[in-house]
């Protein structure tokens, strides 16, 4: 999900489940198969206190990497569907096979199933409670209408012709009334090693568009659309000890988490009626009474989604490159944003081709990239495989870097999201944040620069904000000063906003990037995706990676220890700047061994002799700050208020000298007192900007003499954040 959504996300805390988390009974039934136990198995959930991992996962973990291997993923869940959409009633009917192999040394009894459409049924939902508790606006309708929601339901589930019973569970320890997590018990359980032929018969009604997934008018976008199964997680994977079930309710911020495998999925809609989905369509589509029949396939992705509607246009151009297959780019457009469709396109082009330099090759063979129409918003700035949505814009003007950003940040998911598959409910960073560190890392490499702006302003000639570097604007939203979660916790377990996550990633890791030098978070990047594509790392394993590539495994372990899993903040400041001449002292002096006595009248008359035959003899020296006849002397008082970072200090001069000081961590405040020919006029923290996580970059500096810089400085950005609350306030 995009950041433009997740700027209003600074959301009161969410509320802790009223009892401890349930723990369901997951097929803990007498008998096995043969050889094994005939003890009882339980294989647990993992619920809501499951966060960040700090265990690397094993070598193995997730079938092992997967370089040169035929298929691409270990293909655990593969899905066949055929779904009927009644475009008028907005429903879906569908039969789902879902093959699914059980990985472990354990018999499988029940398996979990997400119902996530079922997250808006009723304010009954874990979704909906917890968006009531908070001022959040722009995932939805602030009050769904009769007639608006939707729910997912069961018709019928069996395994080789036998019924299956089902029961709603609550994972996380929600209310009774969410239903978006069911287990079926099996009529026969799946040995070690085996493969489950599950038949589901459903039916969806969709909502009015809202959250990720609905409709307006004709438009449809159908996400989380069909029962999903969850994921069993191995010892050695994200921190697992034993055999667990990882499916959490759908929550207000979590996004989704499943195993690789195949799709292929026919869906039905009427004769007019453009339909985009995840994969490659094979061939044209068959007619028959109900409409058309698409038929899409896709091999080694863990989801998929689609769009319905006979109101798009579409351009789209193929992309070629060096280690992949050919892919080719669709981007699917309403006619009131057709001038942002070749922006969309030229985005997604150069976003391939950035992303595959320098993560990896590309694996797949299309790109559908939606841009929702007016009052469809909701289902814009979403990442599935192969398929994304992004924004629109209606005239070319400064809302059009935000389509470039939005493309870009949707289609950076397809590798975090996609091609990594991180734990999205537990370990949201890795996705939303490390994807939006990469989109500015690939912005920045441009020269791009944002101004924010809005309509109404624009009409007015009033442009209040400066161009901006992304980064710039990524620290502006980063929330830094009061850090209320670490960086790695759950997508539900959040106490301050939940924008954090994307941009003070990237503020951090920007950081990082800088402190490492070079080129070396590059490598180690590169080496990430290759080690754990078409897995799911975690927090632990990005870390090992690092602190492996960098070679500076003490430095990666501090940084992950005070910014990724704790909150230590980051304040450097400049407290003190002095700088005068060294003037004769008042009082008693010893000279040649004998005592006198000086008073300030006999002082003042010296230094002002002093300085006349000063300037009759250097009559090109300036007044005031050059040299003189007495040096000056400077006190520099620096202090840190948070975390501890290594630091630079520059001292400028008069006379264009300047000094360099290394102030290294172990000190809370350090007293710079220094002798010099000439005036200082300035003292600077961070002169080359490396640290942007410093919540206050203002207090890194002073001059000796009063300087407008701060002040204008202080105006742009109450000027920016102005700008802002009125671009957001207008789009709602």
């Avoid at 990896?360 to 495989?385: A, D, H, Q």
């Avoid at 929330?479 to 990633?505: E, I």
């Avoid at 080496?527 to 990676?545: C, G, I, M, N, Q």
Wanted: some cysteine; aromatic content about 12%.
């Amino acid at each position: 999900m995009t950041l433009l959504l997740c700027l209003l996300l600074a959301a009161p805390p969410l509320p802790a489940p009223a009892e401890p988390a349930a723990q369901a009974p997951a097929g803990a039934y007498e008998g096995a198969w043969p050889g094994a136990s005939h003890q009882a198995i339980d294989v647990p959930l993992a619920g809501y206190d499951a966060g960040a991992v700090r265990e690397p996962s094993s070598k193995d973990a997730w079938g092992g990497e997967r370089d040169g291997k035929t298929p691409l993923s270990d293909r655990v869940a593969s899905y066949q569907i055929k779904a009927r959409l009644d475009p008028k009633k907005h429903t879906l009917d569908a039969s789902e096979k879902l093959l699914w192999k059980n990985r472990s040394a354990v018999q499988i009894h029940s398996v979990y199933l997400h119902l996530y459409l079922n997250a808006f049924e009723s304010t009954g939902s874990t979704f909906m409670r917890e968006k009531g508790k908070t001022s959040l606006r722009g995932l939805g309708p602030e009050e769904l209408k009769k007639q608006e929601w939707g729910y997912q339901e069961l018709k019928k589930a069996t395994q080789g012709g036998r019924p299956l019973k089902w029961s709603f569970v609550h994972p996380d320890g929600g209310p009774d009334t969410d239903h978006t997590v069911v287990r079926l018990d099996l009529a026969e359980p799946v040995a070690p090693g085996a493969t489950a032929e599950l038949e589901i018969d459903f039916h969806d009604q969709l909502p009015r568009v809202v959250a990720r997934s609905g409709y307006f008018g004709n438009y449809h976008l159908v996400a989380q659309w069909f029962p999903k199964i969850g994921v069993l997680e191995l010892p050695g994977e994200r921190g697992a000890t034993a055999p667990r079930w990882n499916v959490h309710e759908f929550h207000l911020h979590s996004e989704f988490y499943a195993d690789f495998g195949n799709y292929d999925v026919e869906v039905t809609a009427p004769k007019g009626y453009t339909v985009g989905a995840t994969g490659e369509e094979q061939g044209p589509p068959r007619e028959s009474s109900d409409g058309l029949t698409h038929r899409f396939t896709q091999e080694d992705v863990h989801d998929f989604a689609w769009t319905a509607w006979d109101g798009f246009k579409s351009v789209s151009a193929d992309w070629t490159h060096a280690g992949s297959p050919k892919a080719r780019v669709t981007v699917l457009y309403p006619a009131e944003y057709e001038v942002s469709a070749q922006p969309a396109l030229q985005s997604t082009l150069q976003a391939l081709t950035y992303f595959s330099d320098t993560l990896g090759p590309y694996p797949y063979k299309t790109v559908t990239v939606v841009i929702p129409p007016y009052n469809s918003e909701e289902s814009g700035g979403m990442e599935y495989p192969t398929f994304f949505t992004t924004v629109g814009s209606a005239d070319y003007s400064p809302e059009l870097p935000f389509v470039d950003f939005v493309t870009i940040h949707e289609f950076g998911h397809g590798y975090y999201y996609g091609l990594l598959a991180t734990n999205e409910f537990e370990e949201p960073f890795l996705d939303e944040g490390m994807n939006e560190f990469w989109d500015a890392r690939m912005l920045e490499a441009r020269g791009d620069r944002i101004r924010i702006s809005n309509s109404f302003l624009r009409r007015l000639g009033i442009r209040l904000t400066p161009p901006l570097s992304w980064f710039d604007f990524e620290r502006l939203n980063g929330a830094l000063r009061l850090l209320a979660d670490p960086l790695a916790d759950s997508s539900w377990h959040r106490a301050g906003s939940f924008g954090y996550v994307y941009s003070g990633t990237a503020t951090w890791f920007r950081d990082l990037e800088q402190k490492l030098g070079g080129d070396v978070l590059a490598r180690a990047y590169k080496e990430y995706y290759r080690r754990w594509k078409f897995r799911h790392p975690s927090t632990a394993d990005l870390r090992e990676v690092l602190s492996e590539v960098s070679g500076q495994p003490r430095v990666i372990a501090e940084f992950f220890a005070d910014h990724v899993y704790a909150t230590q903040g980051l304040d450097d400041r400049v407290t003190k700047l002095e700088s005068e001449e060294a003037l004769p002292e008042v009082g008693f002096t010893d000279k040649a061994g004998l005592r006198t006595e000086r008073e300030q009248d006999a002082i003042d008359k010296q230094v002002d002799e002093a300085h006349a035959a000063y300037r009759k003899a250097h009559p090109e020296a300036k007044k005031k700050d050059g040299p003189g006849p007495y040096p000056y002397r400077t006190t520099v008082l620096v202090r840190r208020l948070g975390a501890q970072v290594d630091q630079e200090v520059l001292v400028q001069f008069a006379d264009g000298s300047e000094q360099r000081f290394a102030w290294p961590k172990g000190e809370r405040w350090h007293k710079y007192e220094l002798t010099t020919p000439t005036r200082a006029v300035s003292a600077q923290l961070d002169p080359g900007r490396k640290i942007f996580a410093d919540w206050n970059k203002l207090d890194d500096g002073r001059t000796v003499e009063a300087h407008p810089l701060a002040s204008r400085r202080y105006t742009l950005e109450a000027g920016a954040w102005l700008q802002l609350v009125l671009a957001l306030v207008e789009a709602l």
